[in-house]
Protein backbone atom coordinates (compact mmCIF):
# COMPACT_ATOMS: atom_id res chain seq x y z
CA UNK A 1 0.00 0.00 0.00
CA UNK A 2 1.18 3.33 -0.87
CA UNK A 3 1.61 5.12 1.93
CA UNK A 4 -0.75 8.90 1.59
CA UNK A 5 0.50 12.40 2.25
CA UNK A 6 0.96 13.82 5.64
CA UNK A 7 -1.38 16.30 6.60
CA UNK A 8 -0.16 20.00 8.04
CA UNK A 9 -1.39 20.93 10.67
CA UNK A 10 -3.06 24.34 10.99
CA UNK A 11 -2.27 26.85 14.05
CA UNK A 12 -4.78 26.59 16.60
CA UNK A 13 -5.83 30.12 16.08
CA UNK A 14 -6.61 29.77 12.32
CA UNK A 15 -8.75 26.87 13.18
CA UNK A 16 -10.53 28.07 16.43
CA UNK A 17 -9.36 24.33 17.90
CA UNK A 18 -7.85 24.28 22.15
CA UNK A 19 -6.02 21.44 20.91
CA UNK A 20 -2.04 21.83 20.98
CA UNK A 21 -0.08 22.16 17.56
CA UNK A 22 1.39 18.49 17.72
CA UNK A 23 1.36 15.70 15.84
CA UNK A 24 -0.46 12.73 16.91
CA UNK A 25 -1.13 9.09 16.05
CA UNK A 26 -4.37 7.72 16.29
CA UNK A 27 -4.80 3.58 15.31
CA UNK A 28 -8.88 2.92 14.44
CA UNK A 29 -9.56 -0.51 14.96
CA UNK A 30 -12.78 -1.83 12.81
CA UNK A 31 -15.00 -4.83 13.70
CA UNK A 32 -17.59 -6.58 11.38
CA UNK A 33 -20.54 -4.45 13.17
CA UNK A 34 -22.63 -3.06 10.39
CA UNK A 35 -21.65 0.10 11.80
CA UNK A 36 -18.46 -0.12 10.31
CA UNK A 37 -20.41 1.51 7.01
CA UNK A 38 -19.54 4.71 8.68
CA UNK A 39 -15.67 4.30 9.03
CA UNK A 40 -15.11 6.92 5.87
CA UNK A 41 -17.13 9.50 7.80
CA UNK A 42 -15.76 9.04 11.28
CA UNK A 43 -12.25 9.01 8.82
CA UNK A 44 -12.89 12.46 7.52
CA UNK A 45 -13.85 13.66 10.71
CA UNK A 46 -11.02 12.93 12.47
CA UNK A 47 -8.76 14.05 9.98
CA UNK A 48 -9.70 17.29 10.36
CA UNK A 49 -8.09 17.72 14.18
CA UNK A 50 -4.86 19.07 13.50
CA UNK A 51 -1.96 17.49 14.13
CA UNK A 52 -3.78 13.86 14.39
CA UNK A 53 -1.97 12.52 11.37
CA UNK A 54 1.03 11.94 10.19
CA UNK A 55 1.32 9.18 7.79
CA UNK A 56 1.89 5.28 7.85
CA UNK A 57 3.05 2.42 5.56
CA UNK A 58 2.66 -1.36 5.42
CA UNK A 59 3.43 -3.68 6.16
CA UNK A 60 3.17 -3.49 9.96
CA UNK A 61 3.15 -6.03 12.73
CA UNK A 62 0.95 -5.90 15.86
CA UNK A 63 3.92 -4.44 18.41
CA UNK A 64 5.23 -2.14 15.44
CA UNK A 65 1.33 -0.50 15.55
CA UNK A 66 1.21 -0.40 19.24
CA UNK A 67 4.05 1.83 19.31
CA UNK A 68 3.10 3.53 16.61
CA UNK A 69 0.28 4.81 18.06
CA UNK A 70 -0.23 7.38 20.45
CA UNK A 71 -4.04 6.80 21.02
CA UNK A 72 -6.21 3.78 19.64
CA UNK A 73 -9.68 4.05 19.12
CA UNK A 74 -12.34 0.57 18.30
CA UNK A 75 -15.05 1.75 15.83
CA UNK A 76 -17.19 0.16 15.76
CA UNK A 77 -16.51 -2.92 18.57
CA UNK A 78 -19.14 -4.97 17.17
CA UNK A 79 -20.39 -8.21 20.22
CA UNK A 80 -17.70 -10.51 18.59
CA UNK A 81 -14.55 -8.52 19.70
CA UNK A 82 -15.94 -7.33 22.71
CA UNK A 83 -16.06 -10.66 24.24
CA UNK A 84 -12.76 -11.71 22.35
CA UNK A 85 -11.04 -8.18 24.14
CA UNK A 86 -12.85 -9.01 27.33
CA UNK A 87 -11.46 -12.73 27.47
CA UNK A 88 -8.09 -12.17 26.09
CA UNK A 89 -8.52 -13.88 22.85
CA UNK A 90 -6.13 -12.57 20.09
CA UNK A 91 -6.91 -14.36 16.60
CA UNK A 92 -6.65 -11.37 14.34
CA UNK A 93 -4.27 -8.06 13.97
CA UNK A 94 -6.95 -5.62 15.60
CA UNK A 95 -6.99 -8.05 18.72
CA UNK A 96 -3.50 -8.85 18.71
CA UNK A 97 -2.89 -5.27 18.78
CA UNK A 98 -5.48 -4.42 21.98
CA UNK A 99 -3.97 -7.26 23.94
CA UNK A 100 -0.33 -6.02 22.99
CA UNK A 101 -1.27 -2.61 24.13
CA UNK A 102 0.29 0.04 25.95
CA UNK A 103 -1.77 0.77 28.91
CA UNK A 104 -0.09 3.85 29.53
CA UNK A 105 -1.58 4.94 26.49
CA UNK A 106 -5.51 5.80 25.62
CA UNK A 107 -7.86 3.49 24.16
CA UNK A 108 -11.40 4.62 23.03
CA UNK A 109 -14.07 2.15 22.46
CA UNK A 110 -17.53 2.69 20.70
CA UNK A 111 -19.61 -0.34 21.03
CA UNK A 112 -22.20 -1.69 18.24
CA UNK A 113 -24.70 -4.09 17.94
CA UNK A 114 -28.00 -4.98 17.56
CA UNK A 115 -30.40 -4.14 20.89
CA UNK A 116 -30.70 -7.54 21.73
CA UNK A 117 -27.10 -8.59 21.59
CA UNK A 118 -26.54 -5.06 23.78
CA UNK A 119 -29.34 -6.08 26.57
CA UNK A 120 -28.12 -9.58 27.07
CA UNK A 121 -26.22 -9.85 30.76
CA UNK A 122 -23.04 -10.61 29.53
CA UNK A 123 -22.39 -7.33 26.92
CA UNK A 124 -22.68 -5.01 30.82
CA UNK A 125 -20.07 -8.31 31.89
CA UNK A 126 -17.65 -7.50 28.67
CA UNK A 127 -17.78 -4.11 28.84
CA UNK A 128 -16.88 -3.58 32.74
CA UNK A 129 -13.89 -5.53 32.07
CA UNK A 130 -12.68 -3.02 29.34
CA UNK A 131 -13.28 -0.45 30.98
CA UNK A 132 -11.15 -1.89 33.92
CA UNK A 133 -8.25 -2.57 31.66
CA UNK A 134 -8.56 1.03 31.50
CA UNK A 135 -10.11 1.42 27.91
CA UNK A 136 -13.04 4.41 27.57
CA UNK A 137 -16.28 3.66 26.34
CA UNK A 138 -17.68 6.46 23.99
CA UNK A 139 -21.69 4.68 24.76
CA UNK A 140 -23.96 2.98 22.20
CA UNK A 141 -26.89 5.38 21.23
CA UNK A 142 -30.54 4.32 20.77
CA UNK A 143 -31.80 4.78 17.31
CA UNK A 144 -33.70 2.83 14.62
CA UNK A 145 -30.92 0.05 13.76
CA UNK A 146 -29.77 -1.36 10.21
CA UNK A 147 -31.57 -4.58 10.82
CA UNK A 148 -35.45 -2.60 11.60
CA UNK A 149 -35.08 -2.91 15.32
CA UNK A 150 -34.95 0.20 17.32
CA UNK A 151 -33.28 0.41 20.72
CA UNK A 152 -29.86 1.11 22.28
CA UNK A 153 -26.80 -0.55 20.59
CA UNK A 154 -25.71 1.83 17.73
CA UNK A 155 -22.64 3.07 17.49
CA UNK A 156 -22.18 6.73 18.76
CA UNK A 157 -22.79 9.53 15.67
CA UNK A 158 -19.64 10.17 14.52
CA UNK A 159 -18.98 13.91 16.14
CA UNK A 160 -19.64 12.35 19.33
CA UNK A 161 -16.36 9.62 18.74
CA UNK A 162 -14.63 13.01 17.39
CA UNK A 163 -15.14 15.26 20.12
CA UNK A 164 -14.37 12.00 22.45
CA UNK A 165 -10.97 11.71 20.76
CA UNK A 166 -10.28 15.14 20.39
CA UNK A 167 -11.09 16.04 24.12
CA UNK A 168 -8.60 13.03 25.28
CA UNK A 169 -6.09 14.27 22.76
CA UNK A 170 -6.32 17.60 24.72
CA UNK A 171 -6.51 16.36 28.37
CA UNK A 172 -3.81 13.93 28.06
CA UNK A 173 -1.45 16.48 26.02
CA UNK A 174 0.04 13.64 23.58
CA UNK A 175 3.62 13.89 23.45
CA UNK A 176 4.34 14.83 19.57
CA UNK A 177 5.97 12.79 16.66
CA UNK A 178 9.27 12.66 16.84
Not at 14 to 20: A, F, I, K, R
Not at 117 to 137: C, D, R, S
Request: net charge neutral.
Amino acid sequence: MEPFSPLEPKAAAETGSSVPEKKFRVLVGVTGSVAALKLPLLISELLKIPGLWKGRSDPVLHIELRRWADLMLVAPLDANTLAKLATGICDNLLTCVIRAWDLRKPLLFCPAMNTAMWEHPITAQQVEQLKAFGYMEIPCVVKKLVCGDEGRGAMAEVWTIAESVRRVVAERDLPAQS
